[in-house]
């Protein structure tokens, strides 16, 4: 495989878990009536954090999102928080009032060997 094919593929692999999905029932919202809230599935805080969407609400959300399009309002999160180095993963439930039309990160606070807290960040 040539280096141009490589780096294809490998562009291919990395966004993978790119996709977004939609939480929510009913047709699509427009852009400015709808929340997207992202998580970094690679790094977080510069650290080495994976950290995975779960379920919003009781939509559970696929391996293949890092993103997901939800309704303005109060909703809940359940997200891992995986620790390359230690190996070690916890789970956590994150509660926002989110704006239509924002866009949020999910973002780990966390040392190198533990997640200690995983907060929302307006982008």
Known sequence: MGPTRLMLALMAVACAACATE????GPA???SERAIVRADPVFSG???VQ??????????VPLHASAVELAPGHQWLLVDCHMRESGVTRRFVVEADLEAGAE???VAQAT???CDAVELVRR
């Open 22 to 25: 939609r939480a929510y029932q």
């Open 104 to 106: 949020y990160r999910l």
């Open 51 to 60: 950290l995975r969407l779960r379920k919003a609400g009781d939509h559970d």
């Open 112 to 114: 190198a060997r533990n």
């Open 29 to 31: 919202l427009p852009r």
């Open 46 to 48: 510069n650290l080495p």
